[in-house]
């Protein structure tokens, strides 16, 4: 199984392949912060990917979009930031979050 290892919690967890990161990493009683239903709008959820960004599936148009469009087009320029709600995992990664807790 996948692994996800979330700085600067420092935590490490198990991902079933193809989940979201911010679900695998939920799912193990931890808090991620949103501001929409998971749904790729608010970009709240936005991570950087320290490592393994090859080992996500691909940025979508709609994520593409909402970044866009919430955060401004040089956004983009740092291939980095990821949704945590539509990166799904194919592999191990390294994500850095700010306001990730313990639920
Ligand atoms: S939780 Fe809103 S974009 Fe991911």
Same mark, same amino acid.
């Given at each position: 199984m996948p692994r996800i290892r979330v700085e600067p919690l420092g935590i490490e967890v198990e991902a079933p392949y193809g %989940?979201? =990161?911010m679900n695998a990493v939920c799912a193990q009683g931890y808090f991620w912060p949103i501001g929409c239903d998971k749904a790729g709008e608010c970009t709240n959820c936005a991570m %950087?990917? *320290?490592? &393994? *960004? &090859?080992?996500l599936s691909n940025m979508g148009r709609y994520e593409r979009e909402n970044l866009i469009r919430q955060r401004g087009r040089q956004t983009l320029e740092d291939p980095r930031l990821r949704l945590a709600c539509q990166a799904h995992v194919e &592999?191990? =990664?390294v994500v850095h979050k700010q306001g990730v807790i313990p639920n």
């Open positions: %989940e979201t =990161v %950087e990917v *320290i490592s &393994g *960004i &090859g080992r &592999g191990d =990664v």
